[in-house]
């Protein structure tokens, strides 16, 4: 998430000609508005600059740190562990599909979880399509005391955003986020 200051430039629109003198307005857009390139979240101040500088730098002072917290807690959200993936992300589209237009298909990648019913209903919360094996190994080499998991990107009945990002990743995110989980790597169904 970026924060920026807009003083109507940017979002030419009936919101800044209705803003009465001394106040300030905030924006939640997304980046699609402002550029064709990947949507990312914007939060702007916009304000009318009519009236003195103690009143606006107090004001804006006062916003832009409550933004700074907000964007801080939001990337780390969104973010979360996603190191934990080995396998490249930017191949996939927001529908969770790779490969050429004439031949999309989803990812399945895989990812190990303890012999427990407790950590099995903890995955199958965040996706019920996953396949949980309690043999094999898999790529990911599953150690004997844990149970394989294979995920696809691609869910036909959720195809759609959440809060700007695709549910593939939403999905990848908080499966990232569980702390038993060491690792993805991609699944080639050998």
């Not at 300030?24 to 009318?48: E, K």
């Not at 004001?59 to 190191?83: I, R």
């Not at 529908?95 to 050429?100: N, R, S, T």
Request: hydrophobic fraction near 35%; glycine fraction near 6%.
């Amino acid at each position: 998430m970026r924060i920026g200051v807009d003083a109507g430039n940017i979002l030419q629109s009936s919101l800044i000609n209705n803003l009465h003198a001394g106040q300030c307005v905030l924006v939640l857009t997304d980046q699609s508005i402002i550029t064709s390139q990947t949507p990312d979240a914007y939060l702007f101040i916009v304000c009318d600059y009519r009236f003195g500088m103690g009143y606006t730098t107090k004001t804006l002072f006062l916003l832009l740190s409550l933004l700074m917290s907000l964007s801080a807690s939001h990337q780390q959200s969104e973010s979360g562990n996603m190191n934990k993936v080995k396998f490249d992300l930017s191949v996939i589209n927001d529908h969770g599909l790779v490969g050429p237009s004439s031949g999309l298909r989803s990812m399945s990648y895989e990812f190990c979880i303890p012999l427990s019913d407790d950590a099995s209903a903890q995955v199958l919360n965040i996706d019920s399509t996953i396949q949980i094996y309690q043999s094999g190994r898999g790529r990911v080499k599953c150690p004997p005391d844990m149970q394989l998991c294979i995920a696809e990107t691609y869910n036909e009945d959720k195809t759609e955003k959440l809060n700007g990002i695709p549910h593939w990743k939403v999905v990848l995110s908080r499966l990232s986020d569980l702390e038993f989980v060491d690792s993805f790597v991609a699944s080639y169904g050998e």
